[in-house]
């Protein structure tokens, strides 16, 4: 099954505080609707840039892109 990774981007001096929290309130999605997903958490992409993600089966991709609308996805690695 490929892993797919949803990310939120999140500019500006609060934007890793604004991530943090957004990335509580992903994994609060996921197990309220009995998602089951690898990993949730935030990366520093630059000063000032940070995203939060979360990485579903792909057969649980729709659901969380119709609900919670990502900024983008990309295949999660596999390792």
Same mark, same amino acid.
């Given at each position: 099954?490929?892993?797919?990774?949803?990310?939120?981007?999140?500019?500006?001096?609060? *934007?890793?505080? %604004?991530? #943090?929290?957004?990335?509580?309130? /992903?994994?609060?999605? !996921? $197990? @309220?609707?009995?998602?089951?997903?690898?990993?949730?958490?935030?990366?520093?992409?630059?000063?000032?840039?940070?995203? *939060?993600?979360? %990485?579903? #089966?792909?057969?649980?991709?729709? /659901?969380?892109?119709? !609900? $919670? @609308?990502?900024?983008?996805?990309?295949?999660?690695?596999?390792?």
């Amino acid at each position: 099954m490929r892993k797919i990774k949803l990310i939120w981007d999140f500019r500006g001096p609060e *934007a890793q505080g %604004i991530a #943090e929290h957004h990335a509580i309130h /992903l994994g609060e999605f !996921a $197990l @309220r609707e009995q998602l089951s997903f690898y990993e949730v958490g935030t990366d520093e992409a630059a000063p000032q840039h940070w995203m *939060a993600f979360v %990485i579903v #089966e792909e057969s649980n991709m729709k /659901l969380l892109r119709d !609900a $919670l @609308r990502p900024h983008r996805g990309v295949l999660a690695d596999t390792q």
